[in-house]
């Protein structure tokens, strides 16, 4: 009954809703974004709503962007927001299991291992793993002399993306082991890692219990790995594992064989969903525009060279229009919908009265300006080219170290897909590579068709509704 009342002037709007607990659990999850502009209509940029007993406080447009993701250490925590849900999966002592300064060193030993060198390496291990998916996957079976047909892309691209993030960043052992009992607990720990747990951490069901036996279980493959590699002494120098393997905190620490694994299980659950989910709405859209597809292969001919030598690190900067369509890509589907936060302390909203209260979580939604007329004139309509003119590039703002790396220190940029702050993306480079790898090689090998299906908000990232089905032939 708390909506009927007199509303303290000084706590942000709350959206009307019937059934107390619930509150807008219904319209939230089917569709934020509808929900999001429905409500600032009604309530400004600033509104709580319920859902599944939770106060949240929505922080819209570029200002609710910098409120939420440059929020003060002592006032809003994202580990408080997210353990619940990332603990079970990850494993202990890492990520939001840890103290924010502890993310920040751990957040810098990734960093340290995606650097130039190994992004050189790891084209050609995705160019090969991309070929051999074409040749031998039932989905296209091109070594077997089929020329044309037809595939689920979502499917297909969650396949390459761990095929060739595993390969790479994962290291070989991992990519391996992914051809036996690997793929099976990575997808009983990916059946634990959905809204509905981030919602209900603890239920009896049958998936809770295979998610938990499937953590310990990869966990024990990554900390085999690292035994027989410390054993034995063998170990590529490009990989993650590798890279870990050398770490030291601050304090002269080395990590752990067991948080080398669960930061190793941490990576590949943030980059599988958010890049094939990417790769996926960006192959869809290429399928739906002949003449993109075909601008793309023109210029990887006019970058790489006539004939097509095998793709390098050193072209991907110069694929400019490859670039524009990954970032196009993204200002219309980025794959996450919602940032979280616990309010720790109460939080002043600048230019106004408001304050939000302790105990609300707060979330930003950065999709909202990358959508917005406001910033982006006709937002709706996949314009690649729209980079080449505007650019809402933050690379040039004034940055900040918050341990891990300079990072841009506004958050008040309309287009903010790997978000901002001391929780900024650090696999967004690394992620480009995969991406433009993966899309040359389709532009190269392929002409495909598609249709755009609208979004699907049932799981962690905004996916396409559907099969999305996409016919395929072999170029001459
Ligand atoms: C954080 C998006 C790929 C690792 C984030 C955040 C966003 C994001 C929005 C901020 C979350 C928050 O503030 O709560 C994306 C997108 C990707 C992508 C759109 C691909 C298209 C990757 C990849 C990796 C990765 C490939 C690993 C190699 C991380 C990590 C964090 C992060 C470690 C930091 C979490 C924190 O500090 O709280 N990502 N990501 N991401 N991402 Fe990504």
Not at 42 to 49: A, E, R, S, W
Request: charged share 25%; aromatic share 10%.
């Amino acid at each position: 009954l708390q909506q009927f009342r007199p509303r303290d002037k000084s706590t942000p709007p709350v959206v009307f809703h019937l059934f107390p607990w619930f509150g807008s659990m219904i319209t939230y999850g089917i569709d934020p974004y509808k929900f999001f502009f429905g409500m600032r209509e009604k309530y400004g940029n600033v509104y709580t709503f319920i859902m599944g007993g939770r106060r949240i406080t929505v922080a819209l447009g570029v200002d609710g962007n910098e409120l939420v993701l440059n929020g003060k250490l002592s006032q809003v925590s994202a580990e408080d927001a997210y353990t619940p849900l990332t603990t079970p999966v990850f494993g202990e002592d890492v990520v939001y299991d840890v103290p924010n300064h502890v993310l920040m060193e751990q957040k810098k030993f990734v960093k340290f291992g995606l650097g130039i060198e190994n992004f050189k390496a790891y084209v050609p291990l995705i160019v090969g793993e991309t070929k051999k998916y074409f040749e031998s996957s039932p989905y296209f079976q091109a070594g077997s002399g089929k020329t044309s047909g037809s595939v689920p892309l979502l499917k297909a691209m969650s396949e390459i993306t761990i095929y060739t993030a595993s390969r790479t960043l994962q290291g070989k052992e991992v990519r391996d082991a992914l051809d036996g009992s690997f793929a099976d607990l990575y997808h009983d720990l990916d059946r634990g890692f959905t809204p509905l747990n981030f919602m209900f951490p603890n239920l009896p069901l049958p998936s809770y219990r295979r998610r938990d036996v499937a953590q310990k279980k990869m966990a024990q493959t990554y900390m085999n790995i690292i035994k027989k590699r410390r054993e034995t002494g063998e170990t590529p120098d490009t990989d993650m594992i590798w890279s870990l393997m050398n770490a030291k905190y601050k304090d002269g620490r080395a990590l752990t064989d067991k948080e080398i694994a669960h930061m190793m299980i941490a990576l590949l659950m943030a980059g599988q969903h958010t890049s094939s989910a990417t790769g996926t709405w960006a192959l869809l859209h290429l399928g739906a525009d002949k003449k993109l597809q075909q601008d793309l292969l023109e210029e990887q001919k006019r970058v790489c060279g006539e004939d097509l030598p095998e793709l390098q690190y050193e072209h991907l900067k110069d694929l400019t229009l490859l670039n524009y369509v990954i970032r196009e890509t993204l200002r219309m589907h980025p794959p996450l919908h919602s940032i979280m936060r616990l309010v720790k302390a109460p939080i002043q909203v600048p230019g106004s009265d408001i304050i939000i209260p302790e105990g609300h979580f707060l979330m930003a939604a950065p999709g909202v300006t990358a959508v917005d007329p406001a910033h982006f004139p006709n937002p709706n309509t996949f314009t690649a080219d729209r980079w080449s003119k505007k650019s809402a590039d933050v690379d040039i703002e004034e940055k900040i170290d918050y341990g891990y790396g300079l990072v841009s220190k506004g958050a008040a940029s309309p287009y903010l897909p790997f978000g901002a702050g001391r929780h900024r993306c650090i696999g967004e480079q690394f992620a480009y590579v995969q991406l433009g790898t993966l899309i040359s090689a389709f532009v190269r090998e392929l002409e495909w068709e598609s249709v755009v299906p609208p979004p699907d908000y049932s799981s962690m990232v905004v996916l396409p509704a559907g099969g999305s089905e996409m016919r395929w032939k072999l170029r001459k």
